[in-house]
């Protein structure tokens, strides 16, 4: 399974973006995905899973309240809406799918900047 993540770039402070995943030939609906950030000289951070079937959904702390993870099976495309948005989550986001109802990142893709400036 090949993922690409898509929909970075720059944005001021407060701003919001929406990221997508995407699985070009595979069945993304299939599979758990989560989201992960990396910053510049940090370690790779979990930002949240949504199942299979999207009935359940995780952020971790940080995020709690300004993001949030959707899907559409139809489309085979997994969201990241990323609200209210600050210096600190500047970072490469990256998607990765794996299990169904249990999340387990098997297969990753290549990330997507975001820059949150002004």
């Known amino acids: 399974v090949q993922l690409q993540a898509s929909g970075g770039g720059l944005v001021q402070p407060g701003g919001s973006l929406r990221l997508s995943c995407e699985a070009p030939g595979s069945t993304l609906s299939s599979y758990a995905v989560g989201w992960f950030r990396q910053a510049p000289g940090k370690e790779r951070v979990a930002v949240g899973h949504?199942?299979?079937?999207?009935?359940?959904?995780f952020m971790t702390d940080s995020v709690q309240g300004r993001f949030t993870i959707s899907r559409d099976n139809v489309k085979n495309v997994v969201y990241l809406q990323m609200n209210s948005l600050k210096p600190e989550d500047t970072a490469v986001y990256l998607c990765?799918?794996?299990?169904?109802?249990?999340?387990?990142?098997?297969?990753w893709g290549q990330g997507t900047q975001v820059t949150v400036s002004s």
């Open positions: 949504i199942t299979f079937n999207g009935e359940n959904i």
């Open positions: 990765s799918a794996g299990g169904l109802l249990t999340f387990r990142p098997t297969w």
